[in-house]
Nanobody
């Protein structure tokens, strides 16, 4: 059974940083693409970053140079380091997994990131 549990969100001032964590179970990283999405109030959910172990890593243009996705296979955890936050980054951030062959998708419950002074 696949489970994704996000943590690390919170209230942060503009220019600040956070590290989001996605603790996984039932995931074999070598056959899953892992990613982070976000959804701001009144907006559609959008891709922030995604990575395939041994493959490519992609970022949304709006976060390039500020966000970094990484995977710790030992801890079965996916991280999203987010730096130089601004108000437009305020959103619920979701962890996402997609099986590379069956394309089965899984979502976490989300973690709120609020950027405000």
């Amino acid at each position: 059974q696949v489970q994704l549990v996000e943590s690390g969100g919170g209230l942060v001032q503009p220019g600040g940083s956070l590290r989001l964590s996605c603790t996984t179970s039932g995931i074999i990283f070598s056959i899953y693409g892992m990613g982070w999405y976000r959804q701001a109030p009144g907006k559609q959910r959008e891709l922030v970053a995604r990575t395939i172990i041994g493959g490519s890593t992609n970022y949304a243009d709006s976060v390039k140079g500020r966000f970094t996705i990484s995977v710790d296979n030992t801890k079965k955890t996916v991280y999203l380091q987010i730096n130089n936050l601004n108000a437009e980054d305020t959103a619920v951030y979701y962890c996402h997994a997609r099986h590379l062959y069956s394309h089965q998708e899984y979502w976490g419950q989300g973690t709120q990131v609020t950027v405000s002074s």
